[in-house]
T-cell receptor, first 113, second 115 residues
Framework: KQEVTQIPAALSVPEGENLVLNCSFT??????LQWFRQDPGKGLTSLLLIQSSQREQTSGRLNASLDKSSGRSTLYIAASQPGDSATYLCAVDMDTGRRALTFGSGTRLQVQP | DTAVSQTPKYLVTQMGNDKSIKCEQNLGHDTMYWYKQDSKKFLKIMFSYNNKELIINETVPNRFSPKSPDKAHLNLHINSLELGDSAVYFC??????????????FGPGTRLTVT
């Protein structure tokens, strides 16, 4: 059974700092990995999707990497801003054709102005 | 031009009642999902449909019955509501099972409170 863990559970940084959020999964037979952002009381916004054959994806100040063999992904946020404050969720889609995401419990990020 | 929409956004009801949550996507996707986010913010798959056909039923109680009248809609009906059903329910969609990308797009969620 796939388990997804995110560390740390919460993180507070001053504005402008670069930061890394970690995601690990127990079963490396994944099809893809998706990073989401969730603002309080809101839905999930897809940030980046990495296919299992890819090593990284970039979108603006965000860079997500994937090491499938070791069961790890990182989300790098450059030059953090107060508007980046949210909960960041990592989710994996198993290579079983089920197309259902298994989520981590999230990292709650607070960027202090 | 909301991609995935859900109604209602909030739902407060008493134990034992029956309620429905509606979901619609205008992305032309073939696959739709229901996820449940519990009080600890943990998200878990409940159901998925592909072209109106049930693909995943993740050991959800029979009181929960999804219905897909067409591939743009996936509704969730809940019978005999219990206190433990209180949660936020998210609808999502993605391209079909043979697509090259399975990026999932989520709706805004429906916060269900059972009293």
């Amino acid at each position: 059974k796939q388990e997804v863990t995110q560390i740390p559970a919460a993180l507070s940084v001053p504005e402008g700092e670069n930061l890394v959020l970690n995601c690990s999964f127990t079963d490396s037979a994944i099809y893809n990995l998706q990073w989401f952002r969730q603002d309080p009381g809101k839905g999930l916004t897809s940030l980046l999707l990495i296919q299992s054959s890819q090593r990284e994806q970039t979108s603006g100040r965000l860079n997500a990497s994937l090491d499938k063999s070791s069961g790890r992904s990182t989300l790098y946020i450059a030059a953090s801003q107060p508007g980046d404050s949210a909960t960041y969720l990592c989710a994996v889609d198993m290579d079983t054709g089920r197309r259902a995401l298994t989520f981590g419990s999230g990292t709650r990020l607070q960027v202090q102005p | 031009d909301t991609a995935v929409s859900q109604t209602p956004k909030y739902l407060v009801t008493q134990m034992g009642n029956d309620k429905s949550i509606k979901c619609e996507q205008n992305l032309g996707h073939d696959t739709m999902y229901w996820y449940k986010q519990d009080s600890k913010k943990f998200l878990k798959i409940m159901f998925s449909y592909n072209n109106k056909e049930l693909i995943i039923n993740e050991t959800v109680p029979n009181r929960f019955s999804p219905k897909s009248p067409d591939k743009a809609h996936l509704n969730l009906h809940i019978n005999s509501l219990e206190l433990g059903d209180s949660a936020v329910y998210f609808c999502a969609s993605s391209q079909g099972l043979q697509a090259s990308s399975y990026e999932q797009y989520f709706g805004p969620g429906t916060r269900l409170t059972v009293t």
